[in-house]
């Protein structure tokens, strides 16, 4: 993961010979009771269908190929099934809005998972993630050599299970999300496996300024 002055800036601090960074990240209200009952709270796959509802089809294999890869990044807790989605910047994270909380985090670096959002479209997508604009022109050239119009249909669609070589390149090029080249506020998620109680600075309910 690249690392550079923009990273400096986050907000962190030293505690003991730990470095924590902040967090924000906003959750379904009904979290609170599970952060007072268990002193944790945590993400299962029914819980991304419930958020996606009809469309939950087309990304529950991209969560689950992050939660995957992720795990290898930070070892997964045996109990969650998927991550938590935090922002690094309290001025690029979600609002709360009813129904809704932001919980404002202090966590230990060693716990966070970086990548790029921007990048995650890709995955999301179930399209190939480029290097770079040579290595996208290059695959550009690839797909036509191959007689593919559309790079979207691998997956679902007219070209799924034709080519299964292709599909393995594409699912290789998405661990490039971990490949951190720009590191700002705006592109840059910090994901967990939990919240831990002790983690949590603030509450953020609707109508109040996350600070």
Known sequence: MTKDRGRERQEEKE???KKTVRLYTRQNDKTLYQLERDGRIINQRIYVELHFGDIA??????YDWFTRKASAIVEKPEDVQAPIWCSISRENCLRPVPGTVVYVLEVPEEQVIYFDDEKWDYVLNRIYLPKDKEDQEKYKQHLKELGVVNGF???QGRYKGMYPEEERRIQESW????DIDRWSVFNVCGNIWEIRREWVLRIVHPG???L
């Open 57 to 62: 089809p087309l990304f529950l294999d991209s």
């Open 175 to 178: 661990n490039r999300i971990f």
């Open 153 to 155: 249909e691998f997956f």
């Open 15 to 17: 505690t003991g010979q």
């Open 208 to 210: 109040e300024d996350v």
